[in-house]
């Protein structure tokens, strides 16, 4: 009887100071498992007298089932202290910002050029490309250049072989319309072209331009400065200025060059602008005759004007970036910026 009293009690305080379920689990087994204290008692029954056998065993029972209680109650408290914990941890904040999600970005040549196309094919022109690998005919003789013009040396244009060149502008696609014969033109042409220079920070040996080509009956010099001044407003802003200087290009006469007002510092002089408030843009004028005629347009009934812009400078400008190398080095640091 003392000895039930003692397992009792020391099973109670083992319970009361099991703090996780594994502890009050070896409790259970060291009272009531196989080999529990408990258990031992039971089995000891065939020593005791058959008359006290009954009351014995209910005496048994009765311990049982109080230190059964005691584990149940106890495991209840722990289950729910453990689950309370685990809902103190595992709390989200749905007031988080959330992660954002990488997403792709546009190359910063990609949102020039589509800004470009857009404005142009808003005014009425077709977008035509054409083979960058191209016969020296349409590349240098169609467009004026006669054969010992410095363009044509191997300083500044790669050559295939002595009929073949990778172009060094995307005027060969112009020429090819025009041969066509399908007259009025109004077309840009964008695309790669190639530039034996020397690799620095505005220069690479493969770049892109978009080149412009309207001909028509009465195209004047005027219908070339609205178009371009236009094009500037819309692509730099309403209050952009433009201003044509004269210029030499072999297919075109005259030519100009049109610079555009800053649109960092409005045309007062800035870092950006190096102090002169204008920023070159591009390069324009009015086909050259002989061009018209060489691809079988006749001068006299048809007149036209052409330009050319580079878009890794349209792009490098627009967003203030001084490494044209950026463009090409595809650090995503970089061009997830866009
Ligand atoms: C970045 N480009 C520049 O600085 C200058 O580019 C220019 C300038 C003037 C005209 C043209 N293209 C052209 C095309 C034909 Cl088919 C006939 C006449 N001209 C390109």
């Given at each position: 009887?003392?000895?039930?009293?003692?397992?009792?009690?020391?099973?109670?305080?083992?319970?009361?100071?099991?703090?996780?379920?594994?502890?009050?689990?070896?409790?259970?087994?060291?009272?009531?498992?196989?080999?529990?204290?408990?258990?031992?008692?039971?089995?000891?029954?065939?020593?005791?007298?058959?008359?006290?056998?009954?009351?014995?065993?209910?005496?048994?029972?009765?311990?049982?089932?109080?230190?059964?209680?005691?584990?149940?109650?106890?495991?209840?408290?722990?289950?729910?202290?453990?689950?309370?914990?685990?809902?103190?941890?595992?709390?989200?904040?749905?007031?988080?910002?959330?992660?954002?999600?990488?997403?792709?970005?546009?190359?910063?040549?990609?949102?020039?050029?589509?800004?470009?196309?857009?404005?142009?094919?808003?005014?009425?022109?077709?977008?035509?490309?054409g083979p960058e690998v191209e016969l020296d005919y349409y590349n240098f003789e169609a467009l004026n250049i006669p054969a010992n013009h410095p363009a044509k040396d191997e300083q500044d244009t790669f050559y295939i072989n002595n009929e073949i060149v990778l172009r060094t502008q995307t005027s060969p696609v112009q020429v090819r319309e025009m041969e066509k014969g399908k007259l009025p033109i109004r077309m840009i042409a964008p695309g790669r072209v190639f530039r034996a220079d020397e690799v620095d920070a505005t220069h690479s040996p493969s770049f892109h331009q978009i080149e412009g080509l309207v001909i028509d009956k009465h195209i004047t010099f005027s219908d070339l400065k609205g178009t371009l001044e236009e094009f500037a407003r819309e692509l730099f802003g309403p209050d952009t200025k433009v201003k044509f200087r004269p210029h030499h290009f072999p297919f075109t006469e005259p030519s100009a060059e049109m610079d555009v007002t800053c649109f960092k510092c409005g045309g007062?002089?800035?870092?950006?602008?190096?102090?002169?408030?204008?920023?070159?843009?591009?390069?324009?004028?009015?086909?050259?005759?002989?061009?018209?005629?060489?691809?079988?347009?006749?001068?006299?009934?048809?007149?036209?004007?052409?330009?050319?812009?580079?878009?890794?400078?349209?792009?490098?400008?627009?967003?203030?970036i001084d490494d044209m190398r950026l463009l090409y080095e595809n650090d995503d640091r970089f061009l997830k910026q866009f």
């Open positions: 009887k003392e000895k039930l009293q003692k397992i009792k009690e020391e099973a109670m305080n083992r319970i009361a100071a099991s703090d996780d379920l594994t502890k009050l689990n070896d409790v259970r087994v060291a009272v009531l498992g196989k080999k529990g204290e408990l258990t031992a008692v039971l089995k000891s029954m065939k020593d005791v007298l058959p008359e006290e056998r009954p009351a014995f065993g209910q005496l048994v029972n009765e311990v049982r089932s109080e230190i059964e209680d005691k584990l149940e109650n106890a495991k209840k408290a722990l289950e729910a202290k453990e689950l309370e914990l685990r809902l103190q941890n595992e709390v989200i904040d749905v007031t988080l910002p959330a992660k954002k999600n990488k997403v792709g970005h546009r190359h910063p040549n990609t949102i020039a050029l589509e800004e470009v196309e857009r404005i142009f094919i808003g005014m009425g022109y077709e977008v035509v490309e007062k002089g800035c870092r950006f602008c190096k102090g002169e408030g204008w920023i070159e843009i591009l390069g324009c004028g009015m086909v050259h005759p002989r061009v018209l005629r060489m691809s079988g347009i006749d001068p006299e009934e048809y007149s036209g004007f052409a330009f050319g812009v580079g878009l890794e400078r349209i792009a490098l400008l627009k967003y203030e």
